[in-house]
């Protein structure tokens, strides 16, 4: 398994520093992205010797000024411990990992930095690796990354860290730099410049876009219906008659005949149907948004004097990118 593939699967980043300002600057960092007091922890030997708190809460603060040092009171905030770990000695931690390895009572050794790296996740050879770097003065910060592995390396990278797998890298380097050396004479030694970039990062929160309100409203509009209807007529039918007598020879004025006369009246009743089903739901549009922003980096620049000769060698990832496109 490559490199990329393990820290893709591990949690726990790791950082050596060679000075304490340095680890502590990294972790004010960390916690201005966005990574919590309880992700962070800080291991590191007590040069100053063997601080005993059990018992004594003012010589507790009174070691905490001392081994923090000016300038460092947010990591004071952080609560800041102080015990002693077989093989290495006195240590000053901070964080989950110190609550792992100094116990509550006064300060004793609750367990080896070998075991508390592995109970982090971490293989026993790199922790042994790290239990090293403490033992020579160096101080180790953690990063409990939770899927953030590359964003914490890289800050952690930018101040100056280093891990397992870069200083063996580095160490690979300057063994093939050696051999080269070997075999032309040369016996000069090199030194190293880190050269640092920004890198984008971006985030997503759900915000709230607006609201839609469905509701009903009633609407009044006219209708006109067209109804067949039937109504009754009368039909006077007159003809003459000849010849015929007539039954009665008295002539009596007033006589009528009364015949009803029928229709249909249409009266309008309104009966309430269901005339359609509005459904009402969400559902989640992919986008795609493009965010930009500013970035630096550093960039090596050569100036020399007099009659000197400067050799490059390797490739830089830029150039090597360069040379691809071709």
Excluded: C
Excluded at 180 to 209: C, F, I, Y
Excluded at 282 to 301: F, L
Aim: no cysteine; hydrophobic share 35%.
């Amino acid at each position: 398994m490559n490199s990329d593939k393990a820290n893709a699967q591990r949690s726990t980043v790791v950082g050596v520093f060679h000075t304490r300002d340095a680890a502590i600057k990294s972790m004010n960092d960390l916690k201005s992205a966005g990574f919590r007091d309880d992700q962070i922890s800080l291991v590191g030997k007590n040069s100053d010797g063997d601080v005993k708190t059990e018992g004594n809460k003012a010589a507790t603060g009174a070691a905490t000024g001392a081994a923090v040092g000016g300038g460092a009171a947010a990591l004071v905030s952080l609560g800041m411990s102080f015990g002693v770990i077989p093989v290495i000695g006195p240590i000053l931690a901070v964080g989950p990992l110190a609550a792992a390895l100094i116990s509550a009572v006064g300060g004793a050794a609750a367990a080896s930095l070998v075991g508390g790296l592995i109970g982090m996740g971490l293989p026993e050879h790199e922790a042994q690796y790290y239990e090293g770097e403490v033992q020579s003065g160096r101080f180790l910060v953690t990063v409990h990354a939770a899927g953030r592995y590359d964003e914490a390396w890289a800050i952690l990278q930018r101040n100056g860290a280093y891990n397992h797998q870069s200083q063996a890298a580095g160490s690979a380097t300057a063994t093939r730099g050696t051999a080269n050396r070997t075999s032309t004479g040369a016996t000069s030694e090199g030194q190293t410049m880190q050269l640092h970039e920004e890198q984008l990062h971006a985030t997503k929160q759900q915000v709230e876009a607006g609201e839609v309100r469905v509701r009903k409203e009633v609407v009044t509009e006219h209708k006109t219906l067209d109804v067949p209807v039937t109504r009754e007529e009368i039909i006077i039918d007159r003809h003459a008659v000849k010849g015929q007598v007539a039954s009665s020879q008295d002539i009596r004025p007033g006589e009528e005949v009364r015949i009803p006369v029928r229709e249909e009246q249409v009266r309008v009743e309104k009966d309430v149907v269901v005339k359609e089903e509005v459904t009402v739901g969400k559902r989640k549009v992919q986008d795609t948004e493009h965010v930009a922003g500013t970035v630096r980096k550093e960039e090596v620049r050569v100036e020399q004097q007099g009659d000197v000769d400067v050799r490059t060698k390797g490739t830089t990832p830029d150039s090597a990118n360069r040379g691809k496109g071709r």
